[in-house]
């Protein structure tokens, strides 16, 4: 009797919760405004070299992730001159929470909740309302050798991305927060689960170029170059990234332009 009770209760939870997130989707999509995206520093490993670096970010770390949306915006006709505004919010001093190890329906979406509780409990931000959270974990990477896997959640809007706290790692950094961020909107991954190599022809960044290989640059949600057949490989900065027209038709950039 109470685990059906406990159902009934995060059923209802999750479809008052479903009709507001759908009714901000639409309006996150709509493109007639810039969105505000918010970064929020965790501290992922507690050590002194990785608060030193935290210390040390500024909102102008994050300027090539609108340099990035602003160009492609502009190569779909989004008609707006900057699509993205970032802004650095506090250190959050708290963790999020982990994704459940068991993947059942009910303890994802249990997470799913606790993630948006969480999110909204440790909101640092002191600027303008965000319309998108992301939650940067920084480590140390002479203690870290391998990295959680980061994650986007379009229903709530909120990333939670693992990365490296140093100032050569930033740029490939904000490959993975923008890669996130669009998950947010509604983006797919576009890469084979099991390899990680670019699925043809949506994770292709050119998938009409003669020859096919190698390519020079990377589709967003597929996060790497294919040089060949079996190899692909990590672009070095945003430079190297396009938003391909499934990503874009996705995020409800393609409608724009044939409208």
């Given at each position: 009797?109470?685990?059906?009770?406990r159902?009934?209760?995060?059923?209802?939870?999750?479809?008052?919760?479903?009709?507001?997130?759908?009714?901000?989707?639409?309006?996150t999509?709509?493109?007639?405004?810039?969105?505000?995206?918010?970064?929020?520093?965790?501290n992922?490993?507690?050590?002194?070299?990785?608060?030193?670096?935290i210390?040390?970010?500024?909102?102008?770390?994050?300027?090539?992730?609108?340099?990035?949306?602003?160009?492609?915006?502009?190569?779909?006709?989004?008609?707006?001159?900057?699509?993205?505004?970032?802004?650095?919010?506090?250190?959050?001093?708290?963790?999020?929470?982990?994704?459940p190890?068991s993947?059942?329906?009910?303890n994802?979406?249990?997470?799913?909740?606790?993630?948006r509780?969480?999110?909204?409990?440790?909101?640092?931000?002191?600027?303008?309302d965000?319309?998108?959270?992301i939650?940067?974990?920084?480590?140390?990477?002479?203690?870290?050798?391998?990295?959680?896997?980061?994650?986007?959640?379009?229903?709530?809007?909120?990333?939670?991305?693992?990365?490296?706290a140093?100032?050569?790692?930033?740029?490939k950094?904000?490959?993975?927060?923008?890669?996130?961020?669009?998950?947010?909107?509604?983006?797919?991954?576009?890469y084979?689960?099991?390899?990680?190599?670019?699925?043809?022809?949506?994770?292709?960044?050119?998938?009409?170029?003669?020859?096919l290989?190698?390519?020079?640059?990377a589709?967003?949600?597929?996060?790497?170059i294919?040089?060949?057949?079996?190899?692909?490989?990590?672009?070095?900065?945003?430079?190297?990234?396009?938003?391909?027209?499934?990503?874009?038709?996705?995020?409800n950039?393609?409608?724009?332009?044939?409208k």
């Amino acid at each position: 009797m109470f685990k059906a009770l406990r159902i009934f209760i995060l059923l209802t939870v999750l479809v008052i919760v479903a009709a507001s997130t759908y009714l901000t989707q639409l309006r996150t999509t709509d493109w007639d405004s810039p969105l505000w995206v918010t970064i929020y520093p965790v501290n992922g490993d507690g050590s002194s070299q990785t608060r030193r670096y935290i210390k040390t970010l500024k909102k102008t770390d994050f300027k090539d992730i609108e340099s990035f949306m602003t160009d492609e915006a502009e190569y779909f006709k989004v008609p707006l001159r900057k699509p993205v505004s970032m802004q650095l919010a506090p250190e959050v001093q708290a963790q999020p929470p982990l994704p459940p190890s068991s993947r059942s329906l009910l303890n994802v979406m249990w997470w799913s909740l606790k993630l948006r509780y969480w999110a909204f409990a440790n909101d640092s931000n002191t600027g303008p309302d965000t319309d998108v959270q992301i939650f940067i974990v920084y480590y140390d990477p002479a203690n870290k050798k391998k990295l959680s896997h980061s994650l986007g959640l379009e229903r709530g809007h909120i990333g939670v991305v693992h990365a490296y706290a140093g100032r050569r790692f930033t740029r490939k950094n904000n490959i993975i927060v923008t890669h996130e961020f669009l998950h947010t909107l509604g983006a797919t991954d576009k890469y084979e689960a099991a390899s990680g190599y670019p699925i043809y022809p949506d994770g292709f960044a050119n998938p009409d170029r003669k020859p096919l290989y190698p390519q020079k640059r990377a589709e967003i949600m597929a996060g790497r170059i294919p040089i060949n057949k079996a190899e692909a490989v990590f672009p070095k900065n945003l430079y190297h990234v396009v938003i391909g027209n499934k990503t874009a038709e996705e995020i409800n950039w393609l409608k724009k332009l044939n409208k």
